[in-house]
């Protein structure tokens, strides 16, 4: 398995003050995901990297920022946390392009209040 | 754009019953598939994908899936289920981007 850390794994935060999300591989792997995971939607794609400074829009990205200046570290930034952003956010890596395996990290639970 | 639909949120089978988890996907391409499991308070992990070799493809964990062109279905079965096999399932289909879609999940019980 790629080794992917993410932080912090808990949080609980209010509405209207910025959070940084933080994930980080040991594998030198050149694609990032952010997703979030919500019950009855499974897992919906943020954004994602194909290598440094190199960052798309997934399928949810109104409200997050992402950031990646190193191959290892891959930022979701919510500038303004609301309520409908609760959820459990997962970052996952890719070693190429296209249909190589996904692997996921062990999740951030996010509270908004 | 792809999609996937699991049938069945939750589907509960007693120990050494045959497990069957519905897959159902839309690609305007030949698509890739997979099939990735969620143990509690964990992230995902690969079971198995296809990517359109063997029809048939073999997973870890005694899991297999069979590719239907026909009737666009990738449907996970075991022939006798465990109960370390209870976890949350998901599809998930690539049409070799880098938007990869997920179903919602199944969740699968499994009674002693």
């Known amino acids: 398995d790629a080794g992917i850390t993410q932080s912090p794994r808990h949080k609980v935060t209010e509405t209207g003050t910025p959070v940084t999300l933080r994930c980080h591989q040991t594998?030198?792997?050149?694609?990032m995901y952010w997703y979030r995971q919500d019950p009855g939607h499974g897992l919906r794609l943020i954004h994602y990297s194909y290598g440094v400074k190199d960052t798309d829009k997934g399928e949810v990205s109104d409200g997050y920022s992402v950031s990646r200046s190193k191959t290892e570290d891959f930022l979701l930034t919510l500038e303004s946390a609301t309520s409908s952003q609760t959820s459990v956010y997962f970052c996952a890596t890719q070693r190429g392009a296209g249909t190589d395996t996904q692997y996921f990290g062990p999740g951030t639970r996010l509270t908004v209040l | 754009a792809q999609s996937v639909t699991q049938l069945g949120s939750h589907v509960s089978v007693s120990e050494g019953a045959l497990v069957l988890l519905r897959c159902n996907y839309s690609?305007?391409?030949?698509?890739?598939l997979f099939w990735y499991v969620q143990y509690p308070n964990q992230g995902l992990q690969l079971l198995l994908k296809?990517?359109?070799?063997?029809?048939l493809v073999k997973g870890i964990n005694g899991f297999e899936a069979e590719f239907k062109k026909s009737e666009t279905s990738f449907h996970l079965t075991k022939p006798s289920a465990h109960m370390s096999d209870a976890a949350e399932y998901f599809c998930?289909?690539?049409?070799?981007?880098?938007?990869?879609?997920f179903g919602a999940g199944t969740r699968l019980t499994v009674k002693p």
């Open positions: 296809y990517t359109s070799a063997a029809t």
């Open positions: 690609s305007s391409v030949p698509p890739y």
């Open positions: 998930a289909v690539n049409d070799n981007n880098n938007d990869m879609r």
């Open positions: 594998e030198n792997h050149r694609y």
